[in-house]
């Protein structure tokens, strides 16, 4: 049976879902995991990269497609070519979105992709902080620095270029030595009833009844926040969870 432009797209399409739903599963279970691919807003820009990938190079298959055409292989390949670019910058862009810290800055945790990692800052950082991860993000205290112009300095870089202290990662130390902030700052599970269901907390509680030193910090993201339960005593990260920290 020939091959007519119908079925050429068709294949073209079959296998272009297959390589898209290939890198999501890789993006959404390694890179991103949940919750932070909800967290960062970059859902629907990744989707909308690989909907626009799926679906232009077999359009443009069944548009050029014709076993007559003597310049049928160049067309291809010209396809084969732009779709391949739009695949590596859809999956550039998932690379610089990922988280690599999870960094307690003050009150609260912030979430830092790759795109905000500075090479710079991250050649001044810690030595323990030079890995930059894949699929679950490392745990970092951005320590406030002694020196009140430093301070003033980091106040007017977040309001006048938005770049914060979890930012600058000299300042960055093991979450370890944040115990006394994280006592101060972190609160109990049941406050979460007030900004949460009832039926969601309330289980949340009660697994953690006998562990009082499992408290809550807010998890700031750029589109959704989340919460992150800490063991206040181990100083460790339990888990993070799509629940709302505050109203």
Request: hydrophobic share 45%.
């Given at each position: 049976m020939a091959l007519n432009r119908w079925k050429a797209a068709g294949l073209h399409l079959a296998c272009s879902a297959l390589v898209g739903l290939v890198v999501l599963v890789v993006i959404t279970q390694w890179w991103i995991p949940a919750p932070y691919f909800q967290a960062m807003g970059t859902t629907?820009?990744?989707?909308?990269?690989?909907?626009?990938?799926?679906?232009?190079g077999p359009l443009l298959t069944l548009v050029v497609f014709n076993l007559a055409k003597p310049e049928l292989k160049r067309d291809l390949g010209i396809i084969a070519i732009l779709q391949v670019c739009a695949f590596s910058y859809g999956i550039y862009a998932a690379t610089q979105a990922?988280?690599?810290?999870?960094?307690?800055?003050?009150?609260?945790?912030?979430i830092v992709t790759r795109a905000?990692?500075?090479?710079?800052?991250?050649?001044?950082?810690?030595?323990?902080?030079?890995?930059?991860?894949?699929?679950?993000?490392?745990?970092?205290?951005?320590?406030?620095?002694?020196?009140?112009?430093?301070?003033?300095?980091l106040m007017f870089s977040a309001v006048q270029a938005g770049i914060d202290l979890k930012h600058f990662l000299r300042h960055y130390q093991p979450f370890e030595e944040a115990r006394d902030l994280v006592q101060q700052k972190a609160k109990p599970l049941a406050?979460?009833?007030?900004?949460?269901?009832a039926n969601v907390v309330q289980p949340l509680i009660e697994r953690y009844a006998s562990r009082?030193?499992?408290?809550?910090?807010p998890v700031q993201g750029k589109q959704r926040d989340l919460v992150a339960l800490v063991d206040s005593k181990a100083m460790a990260l339990i888990e993070v969870l799509e629940l709302q920290p505050w109203h």
């Open positions: 629907r820009l990744i989707l909308l990269i690989l909907a626009v990938d799926v679906v232009l990922r988280p690599v810290y999870l960094t307690l800055a003050v009150d609260r945790f912030e905000e990692v500075d090479a710079n800052e991250l050649k001044s950082a810690p030595q323990s902080f030079h890995e930059l991860r894949w699929g679950q993000p490392g745990l970092a205290w951005a320590k406030q620095p002694d020196d009140p112009k430093e301070r003033e300095a406050q979460l009833s007030a900004f949460n269901p009082p030193e499992v408290l809550y910090l």
